[in-house]
C-alpha cells in the first residue's frame, strides 16, 4: 500500500493565482466572454420586470418566461422540424447560387473595365428595388414552391458579395503588382497569386453579410407565399394571435443566422490566417 503525499499548501496557493491571473488576462483579452451574458441577463431581467410592472398583455408582449414556454412547445413538435428544413434548404441553395453568381460576375468585372460600366449600373439600380416589392413577382415566374424562395434568398445576397468581390480584387497593393510583372509573371499568375490572395478578407465580409441577407430573402419569400417553413409559420402564428410563438420563431432564425455566422468565420479564420482579428470579427 501507498501513501500519497498532499501537495504544499504554497504550491496550491501559486497555482490558484496563476489561475486567477490567466482567467484576469483572458476577460481583459476578450471582454466579451462576460459581457455578452452579462447585457444578455440585463435585457431579459428588464424585459421581464416591464411585463410584470405594466402588466401587459401576453397577446401584446409577452415576457421572456412566456417565450421560452412557447420555444419549448414549438421545438418538440415534428411540424417544426420540417418547417425548418424548408427554410434551411431554401438559404442554402440560395446562398450558393448568389456565392457563385457573385464570385463568377466580381471576377469578370474587376478584371475588364467595360464589363463594370456595362453593368454596375444595372446591378446597383436593381439592388435599390426593394426584395418585398420583388417577392410577388417571383412567385408569379417561380410559383408557390420553394424555387421561387431560393431565387429570392440568391437575388438578395448577390450584391454585397458581388461589390466586395470587386473592391478586394482592386485593393492589391502596387508594389507588389509591379514586383510580380518585373519578375516575368502574366496577367494569370498576377491574379491568381497577388489578386486573389489581397481579395479575401473582402470576399469573407461579402460571406457573412450575404449569407444573413439570404436568410432574409427566404422568409421574405415564404412571406408572400407558400405551405411551409418558418415565414409560414410565423404568419400561422400572427393569424391566431399567438405573439410568444413568433417570438419563439424568431429565436430559431437569429439562431439560424448566428451559426452560418459563424461557421463562415471560421472557415476565414483558417483560410485568412494572416489577418489580424479585428478583420475576422466584421
Known sequence: MTNTTPAPAATTNEAAKKDQANLASLFARKPEFYLVPLVFVVIITAWELSVRLFDIPKIVLPGPLAVASAFTDLVSQDTFWAHLWVTSREVLLGYGLGVLIALVLGALISQARVLERAFMPYVVA?????????????????????????????????????????AGLKASDPDQLQMMRSFGANSGQVFWKVKIRNSLPYVFTGLKIGALFALVGAIVGEFVGASHGLGY??????????????????????VIGMTLHAFISMIERRVVFWAGEDSHAA
Not at 138 to 163: D, Y
Not at 233 to 254: C, D, E, K, P, R
Open 233 to 254: 409559420l410565423i404568419l400561422q402564428y400572427n393569424y391566431q394571435f399567438n405573439i410568444a410563438g413568433m417570438f419563439s420563431v424568431l429565436i430559431v432564425l437569429a
Open 126 to 166: 436593381f439592388q435599390t428595388i426593394p426584395s418585398v416589392a420583388l417577392a410577388p413577382l417571383f412567385v408569379v415566374w417561380f410559383g408557390f414552391g420553394e424555387l421561387s424562395k431560393i431565387v429570392m434568398a440568391a437575388i438578395i445576397s448577390f450584391f454585397p458579395i458581388l461589390v466586395n468581390v470587386i
